[in-house]
């Protein structure tokens, strides 16, 4: 399977896996701008050459954009391969090369987001497991840090300490949401939300996240999409309109 390896040169006519509409759609047009400012700080968005979710996309750990320590490492933003496309060693081929292409780089090991169990938009803590990652730290609710390093004598990456303390967040009593276009669907669902929520009459919040300082300083885990009521994290899986409705009507609002 040939691996297309997304460049300044070549963004413009590649799809970008998760959103493969045209260069026109707002989705598209807000990963692909997030992406281009990333391309120059080592961000390396590798994908199969198939049409569809089949690809990794990681970053130096200095860069990244969620509250971690982990220097000297690869941070995995992203390792997707769904549909028809599961169950053909894909995710292999992309982690092996991933793998191999840190490793070149000089790094420690590879660091990558994931749950206690499989959850939506996480990485699949079973299959990393397989694969050889340990959980190096954890979160609540349920989040966990994972790591492959690449030598014995490798520190083990960790949250940053706001993370783990009690109650860290100081946010409004309604709903809070901390977002970043590192996902192309949050250009179509976070007007969306915001306006359900104001024919509601809800308290809602959305903070758009537009930098790496301020996502390594977030009061989640998983910064591209975070809804805390309160200081409740209510999810971090983006949501479609009538899922947010849902939520809504749980809290009696």
């Known amino acids: 399977m040939e691996l297309i390896k997304i460049t300044n040169e070549n963004i413009e006519n590649e799809h970008i896996c998760c959103a493969i509409s045209n260069n026109k759609d707002c989705q598209v047009v807000s990963k692909k701008s997030w992406l281009k400012e990333r391309l120059d ?17 990681y970053i130096p750990a200095e ?27 894909y995710s292999n081929l992309l982690l092996n090369e991933c793998i191999r292409d840190s490793k070149e780089k000089g790094k420690k090991g590879l660091v990558i987001l994931s749950s206690k169990k499989k959850m939506g938009f996480l990485s699949d803590p079973k299959y990393l497991k397989y694969k050889g990652f340990e959980v190096a730290d954890t979160a609540s609710p349920y989040f966990e840090l994972m790591y492959l390093p690449f030598c014995e004598n490798a520190h083990k990456p960790c949250f940053k300490p706001h993370i783990k303390e009690e109650h ?15 996902c192309p669907f949050n250009a179509k669902y976070i007007p969306l939300l915001e306006e359900i929520a104001s024919q509601r009459n809800v308290d809602f919040k959305a903070i758009h996240i537009t930098a790496k300082e301020q996502a390594q300083h977030a009061p989640c885990p998983f910064t591209t999409f975070s809804l805390f009521y309160g200081s409740e994290l209510i999810t971090h899986e983006m949501l479609s309109e009538k899922k947010f409705e849902k939520i809504l009507t749980e809290k009696g609002l």
């Open 63 to 89: 860069y990244a954009w969620a509250p971690i320590e982990a220097n000297e490492y690869m941070y995995i933003n992203c390792l997707w391969v769904s549909g028809k496309f599961k169950g053909q060693g």
């Open 168 to 182: 860290q967040t100081n946010l409004q009593n309604g709903f809070t949401l901390y977002y970043t276009n590192q």
């Open 41 to 57: 700080e080592g961000l390396v968005f590798l994908k199969c050459n198939v049409r569809g979710k089949c690809f990794i996309e």
